[in-house]
């Protein structure tokens, strides 16, 4: 079965500092992608960053960097200077095999 | 351990016809959302409900209506339907407020002709 796994409910950062969010996954295709959406209180989707699993090079956008790691099927989301409207619920998804798999969520909160 | 349902999986419909868009929710959540992704698009929020009342409205169009049952499932109605309505519409749902997980449905997949 293809899942994908968010282990933290719940994260704090300090602004300024820098923040990893996890993520695993499992999936018996070598072709997929993975991506990060952030969710706003707004409930929209906001690609944040996405990566194609053939590419051995991290994505980065920004301040927002994976560190992908794909024998270990690991899809970690990398913030750094994190600023107070990086607060929202994070989610780790991947598109496998024409399937759309989402994690739980991991929700950010930002310290001033 | 239970999943969110999502039927049909799915639908191939005309111009112009409803369709009806089921979500059976993970037991005990009590709000459920529908999304609406179109091919090679960022998820769009259409709408939420809570404790069977809508709890936020996002980038539903008036052709389209939705409701929570007393069961919790949620159905997402669609009429007059365009081309352009062709997308995957998934529903996620999520527990009482303070508790955290959301779990996402597998999708319908939607195609107008």
């Known amino acids: 079965a293809q899942t994908v796994t968010q282990s933290q409910p719940e994260m704090s950062v300090q602004e300024a500092e820098t923040v990893t969010l996890s993520c695993t996954y499992d999936t018996s295709e070598s072709d997929y992608y993975l991506f990060w959406y952030k969710q706003p209180p707004s409930r929209q989707m906001i690609l944040v960053i996405r990566?194609?699993?053939?590419k051995q090079q991290n994505a980065t956008e920004n301040r927002f960097s994976v560190n992908f790691q794909k024998a270990a099927k690991s899809f970690s989301l990398k913030i750094s200077d994190s600023q107070l409207g990086d607060a929202a619920m994070y989610f780790c998804?991947?598109?496998?095999?024409?399937?759309?798999?989402w994690g739980a969520g991991t929700k950010l909160i930002i310290k001033p | 351990a239970a999943g969110v349902i999502q039927s049909p999986r799915h639908l191939i419909k005309e111009k112009r016809e409803t369709a009806t868009l089921k979500c059976y929710p993970i037991?005990?959540?009590?709000?459920v959302y529908w999304y609406q992704q179109g091919p090679g698009q960022d998820p769009q929020f259409l709408i939420s409900?809570?404790?069977?009342?809508?709890?936020d409205k996002g980038s539903i169009p008036d052709r389209f209506s939705a409701q929570q049952f007393s069961d919790y499932h949620s159905e997402l109605n669609m009429s007059s339907l365009e081309l352009g309505d062709s997308a995957l519409y998934f529903c996620?749902?999520?527990?009482?407020?303070?508790?955290?997980?959301?779990?996402f449905g597998s999708g319908t997949r939607l195609t107008v002709v």
């Open positions: 990566q194609e699993a053939y």
């Open positions: 998804a991947m598109d496998s095999n024409y399937q759309l798999i």
């Open positions: 037991p005990r959540h009590d709000t």
């Open positions: 996620a749902s999520s527990p009482p407020w303070g508790m955290n997980g959301y779990t």
């Open positions: 409900f809570y404790e069977k009342m809508q709890s």
